[in-house]
Structure formats: structure tokens, C-alpha cells
């Protein structure tokens, strides 16, 4: 009976911790704008090691777009996001597709910008009848469109052609498209190829980086979605606290020069608590993604915040 007895406390034990935790952990590796949380947390193993006694493998997989993140998502292959812009997650939320908050990771507003030629635009009132391309339904298109406003100007009084943000740089330094969508090392690139800003986000609307999870998975798995938070908050203090190995971490992982990764870590605007201002921020977000359809109804932004339990 006593044998018995221990074979049955031992099975439920061990049944118990692991439907605490997952065999595995699958989270994006987002390298641009110039996430240095997910880079330090990658390059120093930091969620390998906070799992190792759980035995949870860290898969870390490459999915730059923010819509095909929600597809990952959406298909159970992903359970979190190492970095999303906040318009993809509304996007997201609108579809059913439930994604939330954990953290904050930045407010790039310097690294996200609209560039043409000089001698083709040097104002947003420039673009109108021009080719611009960019991706769609991103923070990037948000900015186009609050410019074009301010300037008297709607979307479609210019050519806007969606495609991601690799392909929209090509095509201007290919001369075949009038300006861009460009954000950090794009942006770096396209400057060195004398384009340059029209206009930044910084001053026309309020960008945000997170770190997410999906709904289910951090229902599921409350614990590890909150040490996965403390992790991410741990990357950031380490850079911040040691901003030259941080650099030359993001110079070597983006390919560029220590300068130019230097600008990006200064315009990055690093953060980790959300704020009143930053739900202030995604309900305009909201208010632009709706008029310009690419949500189906509104969300309760309030309720997308992750709460530890």
C-alpha cells in the first residue's frame, strides 16, 4: 500500500510541474529596429539559463514582419514576442487573435521616418502624386498618414504601395519609388545614400515597442511569462549599465559600424513599465486603424495589459 501510495504522489508531482511549465518556450528574435533586450537576451543565453532547472528548450526564431508574427501566434507556434509594434497587436486583438502585454521594450520615434531624395521632396507636401512605399497597417503607415494630414494632405493623394520594410528600401535606392517607409538601420542606409528624412515620428505620433505573449499561452503559463518579463528587464538594466559591450553587441548582430549603432541605442528610447500615456497613445492607434479599415471593430485597450496573478 505504502509503495503504491508513493508511485501515486510521485505521478501527480510530476504531472502538476509540468503542466506548470512547457517542455518548450518559442519567442521571436527581432533584431531591427535595435531591440538590445532580445540581443543581449539571446547572445548571453540569459533564458536559457533562468530555465535550465525546468528543462524548458528556448527555440528563438527569426520572424521579423509583425503580421506574420500574429500568424506564428495565431498557428500555435509562437508564444511570444520578443518585440511588436503596438498597431500589429491592435490589428491582432481586432482579428480574435488574442495577444497581450507583458512588458515595455521602447519608443523609437528617431528611428522611424519617411526619406526621398532631396531634389524629389524635402517636405510631406512634396509626396502628393509621388510613389511611396512601405508596409501597410504598420506604425510606419500610421505616420504617413498623421504627416499627410498635418500638411492638409490625405493617402490617397499619393501612390502608396504596400510591401515590407527590405523590399521598400531596394525599391528607392533603385529609383523606382519617390520616397520610403524606412525605419533605424534603413533609415542609416538610405542617409548614406543621400536620401533624407522628410519627416520622424518623433513629434507627429507616439511609437511602442513590447514585449507580448499569446493569450493563451500566458494563461496557461503565468510563471514563465512573468520570469521571461524579469529576464527582459534584467537585459535592459545590463545595457544600460554597460552601454559599450551593449553597443558593440548591436553593432556586430546588425552589421554595422559602432557609430552608427551608437545613434540607434540613443534614439531607441529603452523602457519596461506601460504607462497612462502609452495606452493614451495605441487608443489613437486605434482611432487610425479603424478609419482606415485595417480593423474590424475596436478592442478595450486597457484590457490587452498582462496582469502577474
Same mark, same amino acid.
Given at each position: @500500500?505504502?509503495?503504491?501510495?508513493?508511485?501515486?504522489?510521485?505521478?501527480?508531482?510530476?504531472?502538476?510541474?509540468?503542466?506548470?511549465?512547457?517542455?518548450?518556450?518559442?519567442?521571436?528574435?527581432? +533584431?531591427?529596429?535595435f531591440?538590445?533586450q532580445?540581443? %543581449?537576451?539571446?547572445?548571453?543565453?540569459?533564458?536559457?539559463?533562468?530555465?535550465?532547472?525546468e528543462?524548458?528548450?528556448?527555440?528563438w526564431i527569426?520572424?521579423?514582419?509583425?503580421?506574420n508574427?500574429?500568424?506564428?501566434?495565431?498557428?500555435?507556434?509562437?508564444?511570444?514576442?520578443?518585440? @511588436?509594434?503596438?498597431?500589429?497587436?491592435?490589428?491582432?486583438?481586432?482579428?480574435?487573435?488574442?495577444?497581450?502585454?507583458v512588458?515595455?521594450?521602447a519608443?523609437?520615434d528617431?528611428?522611424?521616418?519617411?526619406?526621398?531624395?532631396p531634389?524629389?521632396?524635402?517636405?510631406?507636401?512634396?509626396?502628393?502624386?509621388?510613389?511611396?512605399?512601405?508596409?501597410?497597417?504598420?506604425v510606419?503607415?500610421?505616420l504617413?498618414?498623421?504627416?499627410?494630414?498635418q500638411?492638409?494632405?490625405?493617402?490617397?493623394?499619393?501612390?502608396?504601395?504596400? @510591401?515590407?520594410?527590405?523590399?521598400?528600401?531596394?525599391?528607392?535606392? &533603385? &529609383?523606382?519609388?519617390d520616397?520610403a517607409?524606412?525605419?533605424?538601420?534603413?533609415?542609416?542606409?538610405? =542617409?548614406?545614400?543621400?536620401?533624407?528624412?522628410?519627416?520622424r515620428?518623433?513629434?507627429?505620433?507616439?511609437?511602442?515597442? %513590447?514585449?507580448?505573449?499569446?493569450?493563451?499561452?500566458?494563461?496557461?503559463?503565468?510563471?514563465?511569462?512573468?520570469? %521571461? +518579463?524579469?529576464?527582459?528587464?534584467?537585459?535592459?538594466?545590463?545595457?544600460?549599465?554597460?552601454?559599450?559591450?551593449?553597443?558593440?553587441? &548591436?553593432?556586430k548582430?546588425?552589421?554595422?559600424?559602432?557609430?552608427?549603432?551608437?545613434?540607434?541605442?540613443?534614439?531607441?528610447?529603452?523602457?519596461? =513599465?506601460?504607462?497612462?500615456?502609452?495606452?493614451?497613445? @495605441?487608443?489613437?492607434?486605434?482611432?487610425?486603424?479603424?478609419?482606415?479599415?485595417?480593423?474590424?471593430r475596436?478592442v478595450?485597450? +486597457?484590457?490587452?495589459?498582462?496582469s502577474?496573478?
Amino acid at each position: @500500500m505504502k509503495k503504491w501510495w508513493f508511485f501515486f504522489c510521485f505521478w501527480l508531482t510530476t504531472a502538476v510541474y509540468a503542466a506548470q511549465y512547457p517542455q518548450e518556450l518559442n519567442i521571436t528574435y527581432v +533584431k531591427a529596429p535595435f531591440n538590445i533586450q532580445n540581443m %543581449v537576451m539571446k547572445q548571453h543565453g540569459l533564458l536559457e539559463k533562468e530555465f535550465e532547472a525546468e528543462k524548458i528548450k528556448i527555440h528563438w526564431i527569426p520572424i521579423k514582419a509583425g503580421l506574420n508574427q500574429v500568424r506564428s501566434m495565431a498557428a500555435g507556434e509562437i508564444d511570444m514576442v520578443a518585440a @511588436m509594434n503596438t498597431s500589429t497587436l491592435l490589428i491582432a486583438n481586432a482579428a480574435g487573435n488574442r495577444i497581450v502585454i507583458v512588458d515595455g521594450v521602447a519608443h523609437p520615434d528617431e528611428t522611424f521616418a519617411i526619406v526621398a531624395k532631396p531634389e524629389v521632396a524635402s517636405r510631406i507636401a512634396d509626396l502628393k502624386g509621388k510613389k511611396v512605399v512601405g508596409p501597410k497597417g504598420t506604425v510606419l503607415h500610421h505616420l504617413l498618414s498623421a504627416s499627410l494630414v498635418q500638411a492638409g494632405l490625405q493617402t490617397k493623394d499619393v501612390d502608396f504601395i504596400s @510591401m515590407n520594410l527590405s523590399a521598400s528600401l531596394t525599391t528607392l535606392l &533603385g &529609383g523606382r519609388a519617390d520616397a520610403a517607409l524606412v525605419a533605424a538601420g534603413g533609415l542609416l542606409r538610405a =542617409e548614406e545614400e543621400g536620401y533624407r528624412p522628410i519627416v520622424r515620428a518623433k513629434g507627429i505620433i507616439s511609437t511602442n515597442l %513590447v514585449l507580448a505573449a499569446r493569450g493563451d499561452f500566458a494563461d496557461r503559463y503565468p510563471e514563465v511569462v512573468a520570469r %521571461v +518579463k524579469k529576464v527582459n528587464r534584467e537585459a535592459l538594466q545590463w545595457a544600460l549599465s554597460h552601454r559599450e559591450q551593449a553597443v558593440a553587441l &548591436g553593432a556586430k548582430e546588425h552589421g554595422i559600424s559602432t557609430q552608427a549603432a551608437e545613434k540607434l541605442f540613443t534614439w531607441s528610447a529603452f523602457y519596461s =513599465e506601460i504607462t497612462p500615456a502609452d495606452l493614451d497613445a @495605441m487608443r489613437q492607434s486605434e482611432e487610425f486603424l479603424l478609419a482606415e479599415h485595417m480593423m474590424s471593430r475596436p478592442v478595450d485597450v +486597457k484590457s490587452l495589459i498582462w496582469s502577474e496573478p
